[in-house]
């Protein structure tokens, strides 16, 4: 094999000299001619039927349109994985924050005073907060008929048998929160017609081709006609994985032949993408005399809010994942994805596997302490080597340098 | 409309401005000096960092015509067209830099730190980059940059 040239030696990356001359170009930092700007009107309530009137903003001088749904010339919807969102609330509104209208004016300034004229009628429906109540046959639904959207299963050997045979059993919840992921530049973008007539959208995205088809579908327009351009990013930790201003921007920019701008403000930023799923973990773990894990029944509820996003992804993760680095033959893992009126949560850092060890972690601890085990004596017992099979039934063939992780963090951490 | 006079980056602007702009906005959406970035619009973030007369400034939360007589450094004022900063330098040896939404204002509130004090430690190169968030890094990295970037400059100074 020829030496390689990145791999194992130390360069600068491609980027870095742009980024550290302020010369890097993130979508906020494009200016085109003749650009008008964009502001989105978005539901201040967490559950309602709308009726939108834009007549007495339209007025305002220097606007240029107003868009709703009734605009949209494709598919009113868009999704990573269930098309549940709408591009804009057609009747409904299922979360603050959702998306009901987009001004386009000459400024800035004008789009924002439009904004506050556009009249919004909402009747306030019943809404639900609680994944627990909202996973129940008679809670108010979100979509659809049911507000459970994903059951992982994993069944491995006989969790009663092993309980059985276990000498301290340990029983806890855990909660975890929803978490922001607060990337430092805020959404942005702008959109044009290019020479040959294509709809072309610059944002900070990580997912420059699926948007590509969710504009595509949205606007009814074929593939090859829209064009996705992500200049640099501004971090993005799963956040910029759904849409959030990409249709809006090609749709201002489709209807008024001209380049359209848009810059999300912080708290604008917060409604607009996706949080970390809250998971209520309920933890069962048994183990031998001497630490030895023998079985283990975990029951994961994650809160996905008003939409599913990665919801079905995540929770599937958090389910593989629920028992930690842990070797247990006898495993029952139940996992769900629910519907309820919180913002709506997605893909972040760890994607669902950041979440258990908050529970699964805890419950070794909790173990080691009822049979007076040192802790990272206890991990060294169960953690998984080469050979080890995975909860999912995973062999692990190469590469499970855990246990010299934890000896290097504990010779470091304990040295005189 | 205010009239202003002022220097950026060594250069003479007189310019009108409105009452309602600031400062950022007079550099970004007026001269296109768009190194300056907006991240949070309140003093938070200090991703808009620039060095008015000497000091740090946020400057999401000086107005334009605050800004009349002052001088000016912003991130495009730090090095010339092919050259790079000590500390500039530093931060891509140290791989300081990722995203890169915070560097110019990381970038900037190091140089002010190190203009009063060539020689910090790293509890003080903490505190003089605490108006300034960062999501990516986690710090460490950007401290060792800064403190790289002091190293050079004393043995410079020397040379
Ligand atoms: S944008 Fe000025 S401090 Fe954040
Ligand atoms: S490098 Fe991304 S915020 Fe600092």
Known sequence: MKPLNIVGSRVIRVDGKAKVKGEAIYPQDIYLDGM?????????????????????AETVEGVVKILTYKDVTGENHHGVVFKDHEVFCSKKVRRIGDPIAFVIANSERVAKKAAEMIEIKYKELPAVFNPIDAMKEDSIKIHGDSNIIYHYKCR??????????????VEREYKTSMVEHAFLQPEAGVSYIDEEGKICVCASTQYPHFDQIEVAEALGLKLENVKIMNPAVGGAFGGREDITLQIHLALATMVTK???????????????????HPIIMKYKTGADKNGK???????????TGSYASWAINVMRKAGIHATGPYEIPNVKIDSYAVYTNNPFCGAMRGFGATQTPIGSEQQMDIIANELGIDPIQIRLINGFKVGSETSNGQVLSESVPLKRC?????NRMFKE | MNHISLTINKKMYSIDVEEDVRLIDLLRDQLFLTGTKEGCGEGECGACTVIMDGRVVNSCLVMAFQAEGSN???????????????????????GAVQCG??????????????DKNENPTREEIREGISGNLCRCTGYNKIVDA?????????????E
């Open chain 2, 146 to 158: 800064i403190e790289l970037a002091s190293k050079e400059i004393r043995e410079e100074k020397k």
């Open chain 2, 101 to 114: 939404f915070c560097t110019p204002g990381m970038v900037l509130s190091a140089k002010s730190l190190l």
């Open chain 1, 406 to 410: 934890i000896e290097e963090v504990k």
């Open chain 1, 258 to 276: 001209k380049p359209v701008k848009v810059v999300y403000t912080r708290e604008e930023s917060f409604h607009a993408h996706s949080k970390r």
């Open chain 2, 72 to 94: 000016i450094t912003t991130i495009e004022g730090m090095s010339d067209k092919d050259e790079l900063h000590p500390i500039q330098k530093a931060f891509l040896d140290k």
């Open chain 1, 293 to 303: 894990l023998l079985s283990m029944e975990v029951n994961l509820i994650g809160d």
């Open chain 1, 36 to 56: 008008l700007y964009g502001k989105t009107i978005r539901s201040t309530k967490v559950h309602a039927m709308i009726e939108v009137d834009t007549k007495k």
């Open chain 1, 156 to 169: 491995k050997g006989n969790v009663n048998e092993g309980f059985e045979k276990s000498h301290v059993i």
